[in-house]
């Protein structure tokens, strides 16, 4: 019995070719264009997530160089109230005599403020002594008396009027009235102090871009800004004695003049390469 060989038909044969059913080319084709696509989304998200040496920007990091400036800046203006501080001193045989007296004193002080318009919440009493006084006859210690002395702080607010209110105060108590300071300040001195700020602030940063673009380098964030300005200590002035026999007539002559207040910032900045 002869075996038959059958040979299956030649693929490349235009009879015998083979071809994909549609659905079969459909799909196929479905797929290579989503591989397409996704090859495409991939790439993005490789360049996305790649970095380019020198690109990054600058931040605060602890490895990231960086630039610390200061400015000082100054503002000036016309101060509007005036802080007076007097002194009463009374001097008696006891001590309940010398603070009777006195206190008969600062009360004259205090209606002569009041009715030069200082309100009540404007006075302060700042300090108040009662002392044995001596003397030293023949080298031995004596008991002369006692002295009582009050000191008291009054904010002026109109500095129109406050020479005639310091005038009304030594008139109402006489010889016992002493001035041991005047100052002078801003009723709101966040007005002055912020331009002063700002003037500190803006002169901080003028520094901080010469600087880096001197260096080769350009400014990144601003990683901290403090305030170093502390507030002003004002020195007394020496104490001055006034009485009703000083012979001064009128009220006393008050000038506010100007004043200047200074602030100074510290600003630290981060650096990038170019």
Not at 97 to 116: D, P
Not at 117 to 141: C, E, F, I, K, N
Not at 214 to 226: D, E, I, Q, Y
Not at 253 to 259: A, I, L, N, R, W
Request: proline share 6%; hydrophobic share 40%.
């Amino acid at each position: 019995m002869s075996e038959q060989n059958e040979s299956p038909p030649e693929l490349s044969s235009p009879r015998h070719r083979w071809r994909p059913s549609g659905r079969a080319g459909v799909t196929v084709a479905v797929v290579l264009g989503a591989l397409v696509v996704g090859g495409a989304a991939l790439g993005l998200a490789l360049g996305a997530g790649a970095s380019t040496p020198g690109a990054a920007a600058p931040n605060c990091g602890s490895s990231q160089p960086r630039l610390t400036v200061q400015g000082t800046g100054q503002a000036q203006g016309t101060p509007d109230q005036l802080s007076a501080v007097f002194g009463f001193s009374s001097t008696a045989s006891s001590s309940a005599a010398a603070l009777s007296q006195n206190n008969g004193e600062v009360n004259e002080a205090l209606l002569a403020l009041a009715n030069n318009g200082v309100a009540r919440s404007d006075v302060q009493t700042t300090a108040l002594t009662l002392a044995p006084q001596y003397s030293y006859p023949h080298g031995v210690q004596t008991l002369t008396g006692y002295q009582a002395t009050n000191t008291v702080t009054a904010t002026l607010r109109d500095v129109k009027t406050a020479g005639t209110a310091v005038d009304a105060v030594v008139g109402a108590t006489g010889n016992a009235a002493t001035i041991n300071s005047l100052s002078f300040s801003f009723a709101d001195p966040a007005r002055v102090e912020d331009r002063a700020r700002t003037q500190a602030v803006h002169q901080a940063v003028s520094h901080a871009a010469a600087m880096a673009a001197a260096a080769g380098r350009r400014l990144g964030p601003v990683c901290s800004l403090t305030d170093n300005t502390q507030p002003p200590l004002y020195e007394p002035e020496a104490g001055v004695a006034f009485g009703a026999s000083n012979g001064a007539s009128g009220s006393v002559p008050v000038e506010p003049g100007s004043q200047t207040e200074s602030d100074q910032v510290t600003m630290v900045y981060a650096l990038a390469s170019r």
